[in-house]
């Protein structure tokens, strides 16, 4: 088998004849060249989180093969299976839907919480490239978000819902059945601009306003993760820092920022959870203790 790179702050389980566990640490990348065989590749030498997926995309069939997935489906589509909207019996809810599954941050996501090996859905533009890119992994799904029956469709058996661009969530009327919303906001980020750039992302404010507000308002446990400026830069390198005023201020790897929105999916808070954070010093080596700390102190206004 050809060599794969998987990303940092990974623990995956490979199926095959034999089981094998590759852990990658945030230092390190560990290559696959060939069963039972790892290459561990210095940290200078990692590439960036959206080559890596391109490199799963590319490594398709065969790296599908070894996982142990069914194959993909028809260029054509004709074997897509559709979901019987007369179904009257819901299914466990156990999945994760990811809005805006085709963009950059979405498909770090996405591909995050498939190492972790979660039952994924994902509200994409282009299914077929979608299905081309991820396979049987991830059930995608392309149509009108405001229809109200696509809707029911999409939220069909999802538990958390992870929104990682601003805008994704106002269209859903409803969200019934769901258990936890997660928000990646720019909104503190936006807030802290001034002159032009502040006149640029208007827009972008405005949605991210009204995201919050409907998220806060749902009656849903939430996390909103209000990130510093997002950068293409490597993840895993820094620690970080979630003082007060910092996302206003401070910068984000988008890779560590869709990293720690799939860490949030395992810590449902009782009621919601708002906090900041940008790369910093701060280690953490237990994110369950982390969005504990973070929920127990004491409740600011949103504003």
């Not at 019996?89 to 990811?98: F, H, I, P, T």
């Not at 446990?221 to 895993?236: E, F």
């Not at 906090?275 to 701060?282: D, I, K, L, S």
């Amino acid at each position: 088998m050809a060599g794969y790179l998987l990303p940092y702050h990974t623990s995956l389980f490979l199926s095959s004849q034999n089981s094998h566990r590759i852990t990658a640490t945030s230092s390190f990348l560990f290559k696959i060249d060939r069963p039972g065989s790892l290459v561990c590749c210095s940290a200078k030498k990692k590439a960036g989180f959206v080559d890596q997926i391109l490199d799963y995309i590319e490594g398709g069939p065969k790296l599908r093969k070894w996982y142990g997935a069914p194959d993909l489906l028809p260029k054509d589509g004709s074997s897509v299976e559709e979901d019987d909207e007369s179904a009257e019996v819901e299914e466990d809810r156990d999945a994760v839907l990811v809005t805006d599954g085709d963009s950059e941050i979405g498909q770090m996501v996405i591909l995050s919480l498939i190492v972790k090996r979660s039952r994924i859905k994902a509200l994409v533009k282009d299914k077929r490239a979608a299905m081309e890119a991820f396979g049987t992994y991830v059930e995608s799904m392309a149509g009108d978000a405001n229809d109200k029956s696509f809707q029911r469709k999409a939220l069909r058996g999802v538990r958390t819902i992870i929104c990682p661009n601003e805008g994704s969530i106002s269209n859903f009327g409803s969200l019934m059945g769901v258990q936890h919303i997660i928000l990646l906001s720019q909104l503190s980020a936006y807030r802290g601009t001034g002159g032009i750039q502040a006149l640029m992302q208007g827009n972008a404010r405005k949605l991210a306003e009204k995201d919050e507000s409907i998220v806060t308002g749902s009656g849903i446990p939430y996390t909103i993760i209000r990130a510093g400026l997002l950068q293409n830069s490597p993840g895993g390198k820094e620690g970080f820092s979630f003082k007060e005023g910092v996302a206003a201020t401070g910068r984000l790897s988008k890779e560590d920022a869709a990293f720690i929105c799939v860490e949030a999916v395992d810590t449902v808070p009782e009621t919601g959870l708002v906090f900041e954070v940008a790369n910093g010093g701060e280690k953490v080596s237990d994110w369950k203790e982390c969005f504990k700390a973070l929920v127990e102190k004491p409740d600011k206004q949103l504003q």
